[in-house]
């Protein structure tokens, strides 16, 4: 069965340049999930996603950063305009209802010059 | 603020010995509790999940959740060098009391290290 599906798995960009993250979640499942994780700060839930509603997006640190779910097998997480501080691993995530256990994908590695 | 709370190691143990990772969290509310490991440059992978309080065996892992004391472990056996990695603790809180708004609060992870 495929996993959750992320695109690109590494991104190298300068400062000041439009980054668009991108998930397929795990067929079937209605919730999906967007996290950054950094070495100082761990694994920080964004965003997240019920039948392609967001529900919570609290985590989300600035106005630079925004989602969309168009439908139930597409994600997009976006960075405009992107700053080094933004570097950081970005996994997403789903499960089959908001409360039950969450599968990652293998992550994009963002790097921000 | 809802915390989850690990000893971020490095824990190192014996090939062949017992593990012991344990988790605090802070809100009386969580619902549903989560281990996962994580290698070095990988992806979180989900290994036990716990609900009720008491223990909960899979394999050589074991889960053990004490509601009353805000408390999980995860005792792993028979250690082996392959389980060296970051184990994290998630727990689920449903931080609407009249609805659903569900969020997995990590840990930020206990290092293990089995030696050969």
């Known amino acids: 069965d495929a996993g959750v599906i992320q695109s690109p798995r590494h991104e190298v960009t300068e400062m000041g340049q439009e980054v668009t993250l991108r998930c397929k979640p795990i067929?079937?499942?209605?919730?999906l999930f967007w996290y950054r994780q950094t070495m100082m700060r761990g694994l920080e839930l964004l965003i997240y996603?019920?039948?392609?509603?967001?529900?919570?997006d609290s985590g989300m640190p600035e106005d630079r950063f925004s989602a969309k779910m168009p439908n139930a097998s597409f994600s997009t997480l976006k960075i405009q305009p992107s700053e080094p501080r933004d570097s950081a691993v970005y996994f997403c995530a789903s499960s089959s209802t908001e409360d039950q256990p969450q599968h990652f994908g293998d992550g994009t590695r963002l790097s921000i010059l | 603020q809802k915390e989850v709370e690990q000893n971020s190691g490095p824990l190192s143990v014996p090939e062949g010995a017992i593990a012991s990772l344990n988790c605090t969290y802070s809100?009386?509310?969580?619902?549903?509790f989560f281990w996962y490991r994580q290698y070095s440059g990988k992806s979180p992978e989900l290994i036990m999940s716990?609900?009720?309080?008491g223990d909960k065996e899979d394999g050589r892992f074991t889960a053990q959740l004490n509601k009353a004391s805000q408390y999980v472990s995860l005792l792993i056996r028979d250690s082996q060098p392959s389980d060296s990695a970051t184990y994290l603790c998630?727990?689920?809180?449903?931080?609407?009391?009249?609805?659903?708004?569900?969020?997995?609060?990590f840990g930020k992870g206990t290092l293990l290290t089995v030696n050969p």
């Open positions: 809100d009386r509310g969580s619902q549903s």
């Open positions: 998630a727990v689920n809180i449903n931080q609407n009391s009249g609805g659903s708004n569900y969020k997995l609060t």
């Open positions: 067929s079937g499942h209605n919730s």
């Open positions: 716990i609900y009720s309080n």
């Open positions: 996603f019920n039948n392609n509603v967001p529900i919570d």
